[in-house]
């Protein structure tokens, strides 16, 4: 089974700076997509960025973009210029390319990273 | 697209009673899955669906818990003689049919969540 792991359970930054947020995930599959969602006070979860496996073009989307090692089973996730509206719990997640007729598009996620932006 | 519609967003149940929840998926989708979160916690699978089939139920408790994806009207997550255990929020997320080589895109898209409460 697939585990994915945050070890950071807060962080914090300065508006305008930068952070990483960590992530690594086990997986024997060789193939699969992986993810970053953001959980605001709002508790709605909304889709950050994703990375498919096969690709080794880092994804990026704006002001966010990923480290995908994928020897080193790593996905971190880079917050550049730091806004106050990206203070939220921050989740990875792991999706298999596999099986998809049984777990379709099921996730596995990490246990997340409260992100606290100061001013 | 009124995206993936959850109801009810707070429910305060007492020990014994039961406990229902409602998920209407984005317009288009035919697959649903529903996901746990306990206090200070990650997102845990439960039980995917699709129209009339229950595909993975492999994270859902063996007791007291059911869910069902009707053919007409929306997806329904039962807990039965709830305990305070079962206190927690429950997400539902849905997705659509994309086979082949357009898989990749199924990416899921998630409710705002309901808010269990029991006394």
């Known amino acids: 089974a697939q585990t994915v792991t945050q070890s950071q359970p807060e962080m914090s930054v300065q508006e305008a700076e930068t952070v990483t947020l960590s992530c690594t995930y086990d997986?024997?599959?060789?193939?699969?997509?992986l993810f970053w969602y953001k959980q605001p006070p709002s508790r709605q979860m909304i889709l950050v960025i994703r990375?498919?496996?096969?690709?080794?073009q880092n994804a990026t989307e704006n002001r966010f973009s990923v480290n995908f090692q994928k020897a080193a089973k790593s996905f971190s996730l880079k917050i550049s210029d730091s806004q106050l509206g990206d203070a939220a719990m921050y989740f990875c997640?792991?999706?298999?390319?596999?099986?998809?007729?049984?777990?379709?598009?099921?996730?596995?996620f990490g246990e997340g990273t409260q992100l606290t932006v100061n001013p | 697209n009124a995206g993936v519609m959850q109801n009810p967003r707070h429910l305060v149940r007492r020990r014994g009673q039961e406990a229902r929840l409602r998920c209407s998926p984005m317009?288009?989708?035919?697959?649903v899955y529903w996901y746990r979160q306990l206090p200070e916690e990650g997102l845990k699978f439960m039980v995917y669906?699709?129209?009339?089939?229950?595909?993975?139920e492999s994270g859902m408790p063996k007791e007291r818990f059911s869910a069902e994806f009707p053919k007409e009207g929306p997806s329904i997550l039962r807990i039965q003689q709830v305990v305070r255990g079962d206190s927690a929020a429950y997400f539902c997320?849905?997705?659509?049919?994309?086979?082949?080589?357009?898989?990749?895109?199924?990416?899921?898209?998630f409710g705002a969540g309901s808010r269990l409460t029991v006394l």
């Open positions: 997320a849905s997705s659509p049919v994309l086979i082949g080589i357009l898989s990749g895109a199924n990416v899921l898209t």
């Open positions: 997986t024997s599959e060789s193939d699969y997509y």
């Open positions: 990375q498919e496996a096969y690709k080794q």
């Open positions: 997640a792991y999706r298999s390319a596999r099986s998809k007729e049984t777990s379709g598009s099921r996730l596995t």
């Open positions: 317009k288009g989708h035919s697959h």
């Open positions: 669906l699709q129209k009339e089939n229950i595909i993975d």
